[in-house]
């Protein structure tokens, strides 16, 4: 599933489009069975932003689309006229570019559901004090893993920048909130923050555990462990060895 600085990047591409009036269209079925372009079509294009895993594209007249990816959608800018393959959700034309969804799961003009997302990690006045206060402030008994890609507590963190900033903080999917110390929450958010701006910008950093379950550990060549966590059951990532499974023993009971 993209994670929000794939989404941030979407935004970023998508900024030609912004000041003009759009020419819209739903090629898939799928797509044009929401309404969303004729509600669109004809209207002027004035932001584009990203919150947490949610894209809004922001019109004239109030209208908000919000766009949410989930395993398959993606989005590409390419030439206004290019040659399409295959039946796009929605088509975003201006004068010499057009945006295309393809596999578009949730394509909404709707953004209630923002109401209910914690604070953006990505966002410009995001402070590390404020967001390692938020998750202090959640059930102290919850699985840190599970409570970190919670996009109530935090916007825009998920598997792979769990797996990735958690391992680089030595810190454990496993331990509960409450048995995390200050500084090790704090390095693990800003470790995250740090390195999803980066990716913003076109600097991806290498995966050391996410997606590598039986493989050496970068740091200390044990094998990398892997396993459902929480209640959604998402696959963590983690060196039983450097991040030790305090309060793992609690969980399985």
Known sequence: MPEGDSLHRIAALLQPLVGERILAESPHPRGRVTGVARVLDGRVLERVEAVGKHLLLRF??????????????????VPRGTPMRGRPWLVLRGRESEARLWNGPVLALDERPLRELGPDLLAEDAEIDDLARRVRRSDATRLLGETLIDQRVIAGIGNMWLAEALWHAGVS????V??????????????????MRSSVEGVRTPRAVYRRAGRPC???GAPVASRGLGDSNRTAYWCPRCQPDVGIDTFRR
Do not use: K, N
């Open 60 to 77: 004239d007249g109030g209208v908000v689309l919000r766009s949410h990816l989930r395993m398959r959608g993606r989005w590409s800018l």
């Open 218 to 220: 970068p740091r200390c």
């Open 178 to 195: 409450g048995e995390v110390s200050d500084d090790d929450l704090a390095r693990t958010i800003a470790w995250a923050q740090e390195h």
């Open 173 to 176: 999917p496993w331990w509960r």
